[in-house]
T-cell receptor, first 114, second 110 residues
Framework: DTGVSQDPRHKITKRGQNVTFRCDPISEHNRLYWYRQTLGQGPEFLTYFQNEAQLEKSRLLSDRFSAERPKGSFSTLEIQRTEQGDSAMYLC????????????FGPGTRLLVL | GQNIDQPTEMTATEGAIVQINCTYQTSGFNGLFWYQQHAGEAPTFLSYNVLDGLEEKGRFSSFLSRSKGYSYLLLKELQMKDSASYLCAVSTDSWGKLQFGSGTQVVVTP
């Protein structure tokens, strides 16, 4: 078990371009979460999945953002028509099903929109 | 609204003790987590409290009072490697969604 992995680790893009990030959770974990973190702040919840079902999306997640977990394993987060305000660290976490289970975080994808 | 408040920064000397307070007001409560985050790295789990009282794990202890909406993380015998941001997070629903505070940057000096 290598833990939660994310790819790429860093992404620089120009405003208006589309980007896609991937998260591979710990293999036995049913739940997968996406968070966004800006400098000096704690992570902010974006969305989460129970297996392949997307259960909730934050109001932070505009229509330009979409997330999928097609087979209940890895997940992708796509941002269309990126804006400078999208620059942040995007963190993925996974956990077992129970609500009180610890979430284990991946190393994150740092996005810079120029 | 929902708030999780913790101090922005604390400084302490190597070998000393530091207590990081966290107060919260959330619409739901399914437990409180503490995470450590070194600069540029992912948060790593430190402790979890769901019942009132103290949980001890080596040099780290965490306390919870649900009636007061209050928790603290106690770091003992501080080491230089403990310099990091410490995040207080509340699980606000049965699906485990976490709401985080802004983090407390702990600086350990020689």
């Amino acid at each position: 078990d290598t833990g939660v992995s994310q790819d790429p680790r860093h992404k620089i893009t120009k405003r208006g371009q589309n980007v896609t990030f991937r998260c591979d959770p710990i293999s036995e974990h049913n739940r997968l979460y996406w968070y966004r973190q800006t400098l000096g702040q704690g992570p902010e919840f974006l969305t989460y999945f129970q297996n392949e079902a997307q259960l909730e999306k934050s109001r932070l997640l505009s229509d330009r953002f979409s997330a999928e977990r097609p087979k209940g394993s890895f997940s992708t987060l796509e941002i269309q028509r990126t804006e400078q305000g999208d620059s942040a660290m995007y963190l993925c976490a996974s956990s077992w099903t129970a609500s009180q289970e610890t979430q284990y975080f991946g190393p994150g994808t740092r996005l810079l929109v120029l | 609204g929902q708030n999780i408040d913790q101090p922005t920064e604390m400084t302490a000397t190597e070998g000393a003790i530091v207590q990081i307070n966290c107060t919260y007001q959330t619409s739901g409560f399914n437990g409180l987590f503490w995470y450590q985050q070194h600069a540029g790295e992912a948060p790593t789990f430190l402790s979890y409290n769901v019942l009132d009282g103290l949980e001890e794990k080596g040099r780290f202890s965490s306390f919870l009072s649900r009636s007061k909406g209050y928790s603290y993380l106690l770091l003992k015998e501080l080491q230089m490697k403990d310099s990091a941001s410490y995040l207080c997070a509340v699980s606000t629903d049965s699906w485990g969604k976490l709401q985080f505070g802004s983090g407390t940057q702990v600086v350990v000096t020689p």
